[in-house]
């Protein structure tokens, strides 16, 4: 990691403080409340990180829900996503995973800071079957 770089697990705590986990996103329902909770001027981190293993790596949700990864680069055959094009593509390199700007799940480097690429990034939490943003950094 980054100086200052914070992992999913530091922003699950922080989710896990206010009742809730960092969101895994299992079903187009869910997706479309993520999407209502990012603006435009926001990127939201989910629940989704790659973890480096002995056959390459793999992409889970934090908080054990069921995902097929595929390895690094590919999406999952039989789980929800809604990857962009050509997207996870990075694996170890972009182990977190956030809905950008386009509305389409993307493999990012985990943030160093309150903005990635001059968005104000945040994490999305779960509570039940809503999501709410919260500041990665206070």
Known sequence: RNNGEKSLEEF???CKKKGARIASILNEDENQKALAACS???VCYIGLGFNKTALGGEW???DGQPYDSMGCCMPPQLSYHDFADHQPNSGAKEPCALIWVDSKWH???CPDGPSMYGYH???????GSGVDP???FG
């Open 12 to 14: 699950d705590n922080s």
């Open 107 to 109: 493999d990012m480097p």
């Open 60 to 62: 889970r949700w934090l």
């Open 121 to 127: 990034a945040v994490a999305l939490c779960k509570v």
């Open 40 to 42: 435009g001027k926001e």
């Open 134 to 136: 919260q500041p990665m």
